[in-house]
Every structure is written in C-alpha cells, then in structure tokens.
C-alpha cells in the first residue's frame, strides 16, 4: 500500500514539471495551480488563484474560451486534448499554447472538476508561420 505524500511534496512534484498546471471545480473557479502558471500570469503566489474565475485574470474573451472549454469537458466527461490557443501575456505579448483538459471525477465516478496543463508553443508556430511565408 502506497502511503500519501504530504501536501506540500506533492506542491514540490507539481512546480519540478516543465509544464503548466491547474485544477478547478464544477464552476470553472480555480482550486489550485503550478509555479509555472502563476508565473506566466504574472502571480507571484499560486495561492492567489485559488476561488477566483479565469475574469479576474485574463482578458474577457480568452477567459470565455477557457471556461467553455472547461464546461464542455465538465458536462461530456471527455478530455479537450491539443487546443491550440491564442493568449496575450500580461506584457502584451502574444503568445501560442498547447491546452489538454481532463474532467476530475470522485470515487463514485461523478465529475467534480476539470484539470488542465499547457505548454508554451509560441516558437513552434511562429516556426510553422515562416515556412508557410
């Protein structure tokens, strides 16, 4: 039998990923988040994401794309897998992710969340767009 890990270990496996990570409920509030995606908000803190919707931090119709994007996977129990998305950083610059959402179900199977995980593909497109130049 495997032992849980202590809360704050898991923090430390889940900052040590080379990727972005969050976690939210049925409402599309955040519950939780990674270094890494507080950082790319310009969140020094990932606490500070946690009750809060995508409004409070990203531009009205990218938080509207995150949240239906949630809400699909929500209310299909099937992952949104290699959304390409268009993001405009808190510097202003634009930048290109590649999204994966999982619904988060409980022991009974019921969907209580949404989990996701991106990754900065901003090189790779603009790499894509000079060869189609």
């Known amino acids: 039998m495997i032992n849980a890990l202590p809360p704050e270990v898991l923090v430390q496996i889940l900052d040590a990923l080379?990727?972005?990570?969050?976690?939210?409920d049925r409402e599309s509030r955040f519950l939780g988040c990674n270094q890494l995606f507080a950082d790319?908000?310009?969140?020094?803190?990932?606490?500070?994401?946690?009750?809060?919707?995508?409004y409070y931090?990203?531009?009205?119709q990218q938080a509207a794309a995150f949240r239906d994007d949630d809400?699909?996977?929500i209310f299909t129990g099937q992952p949104k897998l290699r959304i390409i998305e268009r993001?405009?950083?808190?510097?202003?610059?634009?930048?290109?992710?590649?999204?994966?959402?999982?619904?988060?179900?409980d022991a009974e199977g019921h969907i209580w969340g949404v989990?996701?995980?991106?990754?900065?593909?901003?090189?790779?497109k603009r790499a894509e767009e000079m060869r189609a130049a």
């Open 40 to 54: 790319d908000a310009g969140i020094a803190d990932p606490a500070e994401f946690i009750g809060k919707s995508d």
């Open 87 to 105: 993001l405009t950083h808190v510097n202003s610059a634009v930048r290109w992710l590649e999204t994966n959402k999982f619904p988060l179900r």
């Open 18 to 24: 080379p990727i972005r990570i969050f976690w939210k």
């Open 71 to 73: 809400a699909d996977v």
């Open 115 to 124: 989990v996701g995980m991106y990754q900065d593909v901003t090189e790779q």
């Open 57 to 60: 931090f990203f531009e009205p």
